[in-house]
């Protein structure tokens, strides 16, 4: 529980590298967040223009998509564990055999 060289009544020492680490992680991942929405935008540019997609078409199906899970709440649901095609049992979502058969599984590449 406690270090060895600490008991409980001592003050705990101070948390600015934790703080620093999770500031470089925070900056990180804004970043990643940043370049998605710059793909996602040119992605969604690309499609209108050589399909002919409108904006109200894409807001109907974020808002289908939002609603999966019966609620409107800008989150998409979490992705359940399937049934392998071969053996019928249930597996973890990560897996890419069944841990039962060993049956090769197909990714969803919108699991969550």
């Known amino acids: 529980m406690f270090p060895s060289n600490l008991s409980p009544s001592d003050p705990l020492p101070p948390a600015r590298p934790t703080v620093a680490l999770g500031a470089s992680e925070v900056a990180r991942l ?18 209108k223009e050589q399909n002919g ?7 109907k199906r974020i808002v289908e ?11 998409v649901a979490a992705t359940p564990p399937a049934a392998c095609p071969k053996c019928g049992r249930m597996v973890p979502k990560q ?6 058969c060993g049956e090769p599984l197909l990714m969803d590449p919108f699991a969550r």
């Open 53 to 59: 997609f409108d904006d109200k078409e894409l807001q």
């Open 65 to 75: 998509i939002d609603l999966r899970d019966g609620r409107m709440d800008g989150r």
């Open 95 to 100: 897996s890419v055999r069944c841990m039962y």
């Open 30 to 47: 804004q970043m990643q967040v940043e370049r998605l929405l710059m793909i996602t935008e040119a992605l969604w540019g690309i499609l």
